[in-house]
């Protein structure tokens, strides 16, 4: 029923920054938390941040701590990473995905969007 989709990916050169959306269709939107996801080729998708449905209470995964902030307008159906400092190993498809409680469980995850590719050059 949530449909997100996300925006903002691209290449990167390391040390630089990226902003990366989600835009969520109906009302319903702030009654989720939000999380966003990273996929590495090869790798399983991992946990990178999330927020609380009215933004009070943020999780990160301790290898964004200090680099990433994830933010939220509901009043815009919106959610956002800031990526700074980015690394070669940020480079991946990130997800944004909706859940009933803030969490860093993937499959805890209802709705997901269709990914964003980061790639972030040496």
């Known amino acids: 029923q949530v449909q997100l989709v996300e925006s903002g990916g691209g290449l990167v050169q390391a040390g630089g920054s990226l902003k990366l959306s989600c835009a969520a269709s109906g009302r319903t939107f702030s009654r989720y938390a939000m999380g966003w996801f990273r996929q590495a080729p090869g790798k399983e998708r991992e946990f990178v941040a999330a927020?609380?449905?009215?933004?009070?209470?943020?999780y990160y995964v301790d290898s964004v701590k200090g680099r990433c902030t994830i933010s939220r307008d509901n009043a815009k159906n919106t959610v956002e990473v800031q990526m700074n400092s980015l690394k070669p190993e940020d480079t991946a498809v990130y997800y944004c995905?909706?859940?009933?409680?803030?969490?860093?469980?993937?499959?805890?995850?209802?709705?997901w969007g269709q990914g964003t590719q980061v790639t972030v050059s040496s």
């Open positions: 927020i609380s449905a009215r933004g009070g209470t943020t």
């Open positions: 995905a909706a859940s009933i409680i803030i969490t860093r469980r993937r499959d805890d995850y209802n709705y």
